[in-house]
């Protein structure tokens, strides 16, 4: 089943910050961020493992809760190039990126 | 190495005919994944190969849709007696083998069905 992602659309002002939200109803392994800009490929953000591992990027933060199966992703001091849509995907083991992602979050950055 | 490569860019074909689409990995990964994206939604998936073995399919994946990767290379992903709910863009990700790493996605075969 898809994970839920909240909010659907956020617009902010540069230098603003944001939180989006994944919920997951499976026990999860592990949740995964990607950004993608309109017309482009989705690009690796960060991997949050069960057990508290993370792998990504330093400028970027996130959590998992792996008993409530949600993780979210906090965008601080937003700058024009955060503007994108926003995915989770989440994986049931470590076998590999054989992911459920959500339907997005749509992120506008304004000056 | 510039990257997971898919071709063709965009695809148009008439309903019922078959189209195959090609995905070429970054040359070290071992792992490749198809995945299928329609406007405002997220990737989903369709199919992974580990090297030149497809070790899983999404129940989702109808027996029209078959894709192979001979030598663990570059792999093929053809559609046949396409449909116009076949019509998204399909996705090409790539990984190395060992643990959870980052995907590198290719930018997409967008295929429009007629």
């Known amino acids: 089943q898809q994970p839920v992602q909240s909010p659907q659309a956020v617009i902010l002002r540069e230098g603003e910050d944001a939180v989006i939200n994944c919920s997951s109803s499976?026990?999860?392994?592990?949740v995964h961020w990607y950004r993608q800009k309109h017309g482009e490929a989705p690009v690796f953000l960060m991997i949050?493992?069960?057990?508290?591992e993370q792998k990504g990027h330093e400028k970027i933060s996130a959590s998992f809760n792996e008993k409530k199966q949600q993780s979210s992703l906090y965008l601080t001091a937003s700058q024009l190039s955060y503007s994108g849509t926003y995915f989770c995907?989440?994986?049931?083991?470590?076998?590999?990126?054989?992911?459920?992602f959500g339907g997005g979050t749509r992120l506008m950055v304004k000056p | 190495d510039t990257g997971v490569s898919q071709n063709p860019r965009h695809k148009i074909t008439k309903r019922g005919q078959n189209v195959t689409f090609r995905c070429d990995p970054i040359?070290?990964?071992?792992?490749l994944y198809w995945y299928r994206q329609t406007l405002g939604q997220g990737p989903e998936f369709l199919t992974y190969?580990?090297?030149?073995?497809?070790?899983?399919k999404s129940r989702l994946l109808s027996d029209r849709f078959s894709a192979e990767r001979p030598k663990g290379s570059f792999s093929t992903l053809e559609i046949q007696r396409t449909e116009q709910g076949d019509s998204a863009m399909y996705l090409c990700?790539?990984?190395?083998?060992?643990?959870?790493?980052?995907?590198?996605f290719g930018q997409g075969t967008r295929l429009t069905v007629v």
């Open positions: 040359s070290e990964h071992n792992r």
């Open positions: 499976k026990a999860l392994y592990s």
């Open positions: 949050l493992l069960k057990g508290g």
């Open positions: 990700a790539s990984s190395p083998v060992g643990g959870l790493t980052e995907a590198f």
């Open positions: 995907g989440t994986g049931s083991n470590n076998a590999g990126n054989m992911l459920t």
């Open positions: 190969f580990q090297n030149e073995a497809q070790l899983e």
